[in-house]
């Protein structure tokens, strides 16, 4: 085999290599891809209404039975539990974030009415109002 020939042959197999795993790149990606936009997709943003969030949730625990393998039979039972686990979630999560809210402005009112020499007979009250207008604050917003 000429010199030239044997420069070729290595050539096209090179460039074959490469096909393959370009090629190969491309399916892993295309594979991935779908559960990436399904995760982004499925996060909850905090503009969302609450009939989209229902969809939402529907989308997701449909979208869950169908990979669990639930039998058509119990879907519907299983979709409903899993929504009203997943509303559940965000209501405990709202709950939360509003107890430390509250907790937090609690801390500086108090701390507003030591620095501002309340008495104590008139602190609860002075902290009462305090909250409700910092609260009222935040509801204008």
């Not at 996060?43 to 989209?52: C, D, I, N, Q, Y």
């Amino acid at each position: 085999m000429p010199p030239h020939a044997r420069v070729n042959v290595i050539a096209i197999l090179e460039l074959t290599m490469r096909f393959q795993l370009c090629l190969l790149a491309g399916i892993f990606t295309l594979t991935l891809l779908p559960d990436t936009i399904a995760q982004t997709s499925t996060s909850s943003r905090p503009g969302l209404t609450a009939r989209e969030l229902r969809k939402q949730d529907r989308q997701v625990c449909t979208a869950q039975s169908v990979q669990q393998s639930i039998a058509k039979r119990n879907r519907a039972e299983f979709v409903r539990k899993c929504m009203a686990d997943r509303q559940g979630e965000r209501q405990g999560e709202r709950r939360i974030a509003a107890r430390a809210l509250r907790k937090q402005d609690r801390q500086m009112c108090t701390a507003q009415s030591v620095q501002q020499n309340v008495a104590r007979r008139n602190r609860a009250e002075f902290v009462r109002k305090c909250m409700a207008n910092r609260q009222g604050e935040r509801s204008r917003s």
